[in-house]
């Protein structure tokens, strides 16, 4: 049965895409059949991994409103173990159309459940916000990582989102456990990365991870080309630190080879 990780975090710009769609090429390249969920209307993860959103008919909305399977929306990638699927601009009018639906906070569970065992990993980029489609994704999730950037306000949120993460493993997810927290948009010339890095090792050594994200033009310029770091520049420290990140995610899930 495949891990489902929600990549989650109500604070927009933290690297959360970049994330999701290189922890999910990393693991892909050690030959983990990874999906890649896109759980945000803004479709990013989508666009960088080379599909115009536009152009998507069936996506994550479909399976979710609809009940369609998942299957008839999952894209396949140049790489052989990575595939996605899609969000759509739909996916906005998701959270009204669900407000007076039954279950309405198991919907993204209900879909994965069909398809989970066919993936080792399914890795959900969840969008800048703790509404009805991120609490989906934590309910459906096995675990959350938790990107936080290597700046002022670093931490401001993060105990709204870990008291989100209480509320939803009392009510609705109790297996739900915390994967770690990933630092990310480091930048090691500044004092206030190095002071927030400090921070976050003193106030959460048991879950931080030690893999640590730095700032690099590669992983900003590889969306447009639609493709990952790893694909784009597999020698940039970007795509290596992401490499590492899999490589600690497989190792704490008892994985590595």
């Known amino acids: 049965m495949g891990k489902i990780i929600a990549i989650a975090n109500q604070k927009g710009g933290v ?23 896109d759980a945000d209307p803004q479709a990013n993860s989508t666009s960088g991994l080379g599909l115009n959103p536009k152009d998507v008919k069936v996506s994550i909305y479909e399976c979710m409103v609809d009940g369609i ?14 595939e996605i699927l899609p969000s759509h601009i739909d ?3 998701a959270e009204v159309e669900m407000v007076n639906i ?3 906070e198991e919907k993204m569970r209900d879909a994965l459940d069909k398809i989970r065992n066919d993936y080792d990993f399914i890795i959900i980029d969840c969008s800048p916000s ?28 993060l105990g709204k989102l870990l008291n989100t993460i209480k509320i939803i493993q009392t009510r609705l997810n109790p297996k739900l456990e915390i994967e770690g927290i990933l630092l990310t948009l480091y930048d090691s010339r500044t ?10 090792r003193t106030h959460f050594k048991h879950i931080a991870f030690k893999t640590i994200i730095p700032r690099n033009v590669k992983l ?9 770091a790893i694909v784009h520049d597999a020698e940039s420290k ?3 630190s992401y490499l590492n990140l899999a490589h600690e995610v497989l190792d704490k899930n008892g994985l590595s080879k």
């Not at 290189?22 to 969920?37: G, H, I, M, Q, R």
């Open 91 to 93: 996916l906005v009018g």
């Open 15 to 37: 690297g959360k895409t970049t994330s999701a769609i290189n922890l999910a090429a990393s693991l892909a390249v050690l030959e983990k059949k990874t999906l890649l969920l």
């Open 102 to 104: 039954e279950r309405r």
């Open 238 to 240: 970007g795509a290596i």
């Open 220 to 228: 900003s310029e590889s969306p447009s080309f639609g493709l990952p």
């Open 69 to 82: 399977d998942p299957r008839q929306s999952i894209v396949k990638n140049e790489l052989k173990y990575l």
């Open 130 to 157: 703790l509404g009805l489609i991120t609490i989906n994704a934590l309910t459906a999730a096995d675990s959350v990582l938790i990107p936080v950037q290597c700046e002022y306000f670093a931490l401001e949120g």
């Open 191 to 200: 004092s206030l990365g190095n002071q927030v890095v400090e921070e976050v």
